[in-house]
């Protein structure tokens, strides 16, 4: 079994950055991501990468803020985010799944404990 921990969140003013990173792959759940939950709101999708290549993908809400990598490690995953506002505050969850695409499309994916991302102004 799959055991994830998420490193990084805290608190950070609007457009500064943070790094969450992920710790725990296996060879038998290649795909990685980040879920976010903000308070009153559902779970929803965050960012995705296979280790097999490939796959990396983050959602709308982030494009051009957020970029998902893998670690140097190849144990780990990291999600940057930069330029951060209000609206980024929420728990974010590490995902591991079979593919990066069940990982976007939430099917069965192990789940991390999540991690708090606060954003001021």
């Known amino acids: 079994q799959v055991q994830l921990e998420e490193f990084g969140g805290g608190s950070a003013q609007v457009g500064a950055s943070l790094r969450l990173t992920c710790t725990g792959r296996?060879?038998?759940?290649?795909?990685m991501g980040w879920y976010r939950q903000a308070p009153g709101k559902s779970r929803e999708y965050v960012a995705s990468?296979?280790?097999?290549?490939?796959?990396?993908r983050v959602a709308d809400s982030v494009r051009g803020r957020f970029t998902i990598s893998k670690g140097g490690d190849e144990n780990s995953v990291i999600l940057q985010m930069n330029n951060l506002v209000l609206e980024d505050t929420a728990i974010y969850y590490c995902?591991?799944?079979?593919?990066?695409?069940?990982?976007?499309?939430?099917?069965?994916?192990?789940w991390g404990q999540g991690i708090q991302v606060t954003v001021s102004s």
């Open positions: 995902a591991a799944g079979d593919t990066a695409a069940d990982v976007r499309n939430g099917w069965n994916p192990v």
């Open positions: 296996t060879l038998n759940r290649p795909g």
């Open positions: 990468i296979s280790w097999h290549g490939g796959g990396d």
